[in-house]
Every structure is written in structure tokens, then in C-alpha cells.
């Protein structure tokens, strides 16, 4: 198996939804997780969050990608939508579907969408480069990230150095510049200094042996 994850950002005024969320700043459109189309309707769920719906459904209304909607439910300040996709417009999940891989996130900034999806190799990958290219979509890779490498080398983090490794991510110590210190990183994990700084090199070597080191022995397995 060489199964991936990859994150997209794509751009198209062809893309379901584009038009609208440029019109309502306020929106925030994600696709329901594992509601996918209903059968034999075309039909897509959607959580939409605004401060006026009204708004949101005037936008809808000018928008030549969506032929039909409904707001299913609301409470307080989000929605579930029903949409129907107009012959106008360009599904980029459909595309993902096509080679059998599965969107796990959808978000948006503006009229550029991010998208994060699970192929089944890297073939699929480039399939979807293709459809970007054959319908004019702005496609750019962000980030991909094997499940199962060609080699057979795995990262292999210890459990410690995955939590070390994340929750340095998330307090922003390897931005630049840096959000926070080692120190910081250190009190969190309930460690001192010194070992937090060499759990987290320990933890990016392993990194870097399974994914751009050759011929480097590493056999060491450090806690």
C-alpha cells in the first residue's frame, strides 16, 4: 500500500459555493462529514455558518454554480443546506470520488478553497492535478503525507516524542518567528528543559530517516 493524505488549495469561479462565500464574508460553508451526496439527487450537504442567512441566500440566488437549494435546519447562527450543483458548475469532489479517494476536510479563505483528502497513491494525486488543469482550477500542493512508504520505512515515533513533537507544532515553537519558548514546551509536557529539547530532536531525526535520509543508520531508538 502507498495510501497518502495531501492538502489542496484550489481556485475556480467554477467551483460550487465560490461566488457565494465571495458575496458573504461572514460564511463559512463546510460539507457535512460523511453525509457525501444523496443518492440519485445530486444533492450535497452543507454546515453553514453567517450572520444573515438572508444575506447568504441572496448570494446563493446570483450564484450560477448552485441550481437549487434548502436550508434544512438552523440554530442560532449556523445552518444545514441541501445544495443542487447547476451543469455550470465544477465538483472537485467528484473528482476525488472518481479515483477513489475521500475528502476529509473542506475550508475556505475567500474564493480559495483548502481541501485535505485521503488517495489511494500518488497516481491519484496526479489525476487530480490533471482534472485541475483540464478545467482551469488554480491547483497548488500544499502538503502530502504518506501512510506506507515505497521502502517500507515508517517514522516510527515513540509515543512521547509524537506528543512532544504536536504540541510543540500547535504552541507555535517551530513558526519563525518562534511563539513560544522551549521552556513553555517543557512545562506543558511536565519535563524539564534539557529532556523536552532532546525528546523533540530525537523525535525530528526519526522524521527525517524516514522520509529524505539515505544511507544513514538509524537504528538508534532513544526514548
Known amino acids: 500500500m502507498s495510501d497518502l493524505t495531501a492538502t489542496l488549495r484550489i481556485e475556480s469561479p467554477a467551483l460550487p459555493l465560490t461566488k457565494t462565500v465571495a458575496a458573504d464574508e461572514t460564511a463559512t460553508v463546510r460539507p457535512v462529514a460523511g453525509a457525501g451526496t444523496a443518492p440519485g439527487l445530486g444533492a450535497f450537504l452543507f454546515t453553514v455558518q453567517s450572520d444573515d442567512f438572508d444575506r447568504f441566500e441572496r448570494a446563493l440566488e446570483q450564484d450560477e454554480t448552485i ?13 444545514v443546506y441541501r445544495f443542487e450543483y447547476s451543469p455550470e458548475a465544477t465538483a472537485f469532489s467528484a473528482a476525488v470520488a472518481e479515483v477513489n479517494g475521500v475528502s476529509l476536510d473542506w475550508s475556505h479563505d475567500e474564493a480559495t478553497w483548502t481541501v485535505r483528502v485521503w488517495l489511494p497513491d500518488r497516481e491519484a494525486l496526479a489525476a487530480l492535478s490533471e482534472f485541475a488543469a483540464a478545467h482551469d482550477i488554480d491547483f497548488t500542493l500544499e502538503r502530502v503525507s504518506d501512510y506506507a512508504r515505497p521502502d517500507g520505512m515508517e517514522p516510527r515515533l515513540t509515543e512521547n516524542q509524537r506528543e512532544a513533537l504536536l504540541l510543540a507544532l500547535e504552541m507555535g515553537y517551530f ?8 521552556e513553555a514546551v517543557a512545562t506543558e509536557l511536565g519535563i524539564s528543559q534539557p529532556s523536552a529539547g532532546g525528546r523533540l530532536r530525537r523525535g525530528i531525526r526519526r ?10 543508520d538509524g537504528s538508534a531508538a532513544e526514548r
Do not use: K, M, Q, W
Open 207 to 216: 522524521l527525517l530517516l524516514s522520509t529524505i535520509a539515505d544511507d544513514v
Open 67 to 79: 441550481a437549487a437549494y434548502d436550508r434544512v435546519v438552523e440554530h442560532g447562527g449556523e445552518a
Open 175 to 182: 513558526e519563525e518567528p518562534r511563539a513560544t519558548s522551549l
